[in-house]
């Protein structure tokens, strides 16, 4: 029989991707969550790409006998414990001093990767050093603003490469940075515009303000080796700068051409785009709209992945990420077509309210949510989530001939 816990307080700890980010939300500054958390304009894609998951149910099968233990999956020529991914973020040592590192190292203890961000506050070379597994990395192809040459992405592919990165993703969907009005009100722009009170809501979280003066992980680490507030602001301008919207299919054609590892496109939402990507050698597609931070009035992902699962799923990998909160998301997202997800935020709310063990905790609450709802639904095997698994939440089932149970 199961004897009694006995504790002081009937306080727990965060259960649920959402009580992270409220925890993280008290952590971290205004300026800081500003830039975490929000979205482009009046943040109808953000909002979209969460309401996408809300439209469907499961239909539920009973006594099927099946229970899922095993979630693992290959991604990127890499065997991963369940199919989740973590998501390039810029900047994440802003929300916590380990930043990237920590997040690469809370991966692998979960049992999957990390793909570092090119605007990654801890360098591609920290990181691997600092992990055991040969994590993802993610590239914007930029462009020198004066000759258009790639000398720099050159350098920064050779790099990846020679510190073990497995699998290399193109981001395509920032031609121009995203208009992120909330960002701007709360002085977030390049430079940031720092006023007293802004100061006083950062010092007022000692923790963090401790941690972010001591190890100051603000500049882009690929960019610069310095630390520090001048060498952030000079290494995001540059990045800004080198962002250029004549980038084209040749520049994402030379890239494969470098590249000889795996080779995924971010950052897609077309199905004649994924297309093209993967007749120019992409080995898959991330079906991404930068979490809602760039175009708004863009479509969810969910609603992307479909055609482009249809279109090129057989040749490619397809992963979907934007407004994953949830084990059931991910169920919904493989339904649809999707290999395995990415998750953003999330881990940064990890992060943010309790360092890499936090962003650790949220990759094992989402297994857990996972293999829960797909033995409620009677499958025990990743390979059999197919879209008959779905029924348009709201509306009566539909009246036809059922197909024998899963499994
Ligand atoms: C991002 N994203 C992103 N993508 C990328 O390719 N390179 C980058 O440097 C960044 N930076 C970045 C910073 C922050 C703060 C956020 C929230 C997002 C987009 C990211 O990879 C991913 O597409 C979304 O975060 C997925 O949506 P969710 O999971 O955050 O809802």
Redesign the pocket.
């Known amino acids: 029989m199961a004897s009694f816990k006995y504790q002081l307080s009937n306080r727990i700890g965060p259960v649920t991707v959402e009580d992270y980010r409220r925890l993280a939300r008290r952590r971290i500054p205004d300026m800081v969550w500003s ?3 929000h979205g482009a304009e009046d943040q109808k894609t ?1 909002l979209a ?2 309401a996408a998951f809300d439209r469907y149910a499961f239909r539920r099968r009973v006594l099927t006998g099946n229970e899922a233990t095993d979630l693992s999956t290959t991604v990127g020529g890499q065997r991963l414990d369940l199919p989740v991914l973590l ?6 040592g802003l ?1 916590h001093w380990t930043g990237e590192r920590g997040a690469a190292q809370a991966a692998e203890r979960a049992g999957t990767v990390s ?1 570092v ?4 506050t801890y360098s591609f070379e920290e990181v691997a050093a600092a992990t055991e597994r040969d994590h993802f990395v ?1 590239l ?1 192809p930029w462009a020198d603003p004066r000759s258009g040459r790639h000398d720099l992405t050159l350098a920064l592919i050779e790099r990846a490469r020679r510190a073990g990165y497995g699998a290399m ?1 193109v ?1 395509v ?2 031609a121009v940075p995203g208009n992120r009005e909330v960002e701007k009100r709360l002085g977030m722009g390049h430079p940031p515009i720092m006023t007293p009170g802004r100061v006083l809501n950062a010092a007022v979280k000692p923790r963090w303000w401790w941690n972010f003066m001591r190890y100051r992980r603000m500049s882009l680490r690929n960019l610069t080796e310095a630390a520090g507030a001048r060498a952030a602001v000079d290494s995001v301008g540059a990045q800004l700068r080198m962002m250029r919207a004549e980038l084209n299919w040749d520049d994402f054609a030379w890239v494969r051409e470098q590249w000889k590892g795996p080779l995924f496109i ?2 897609v939402v077309d199905a004649d785009d994924a297309e093209r990507a993967v007749d120019l050698g992409a080995d898959g597609v ?1 079906v ?6 760039q175009l708004d009035g863009d479509v969810a ?1 969910l609603d992307a992945l479909p055609a482009i699962a249809a279109r090129v799923g057989g040749r490619a990998e397809v992963l979907l ?5 949830r084990g059931s998301d991910v169920v919904k997202a493989l339904c649809l077509g999707a290999k395995a997800v ?5 881990y ?1 709310y990890g992060l943010g309210a309790a360092g890499p063990a936090g962003a650790e905790h949220v990759v094992r609450i989402l297994r857990e949510e996972i293999a829960r709802v797909m033995t409620l639904i009677g499958v025990a095997d990743l390979k059999e989530l197919e879209p008959g698994l779905l029924l348009r939440a709201g509306e009566p089932v539909p009246v036809r001939a059922l197909s024998p149970p899963p499994g």
């Open positions: 830039y975490v958390d953000l790409n969460r998501a390039p973020l810029g900047s994440v929300s793909i961000s090119t605007a990654s993610q914007y993703f981001t969907d920032v971010k950052g991330v991404s709209n930068h979490g809602g931070r992902t990420d934007g407004g994953i909160r990415c998750i953003g935020r999330p940064v």
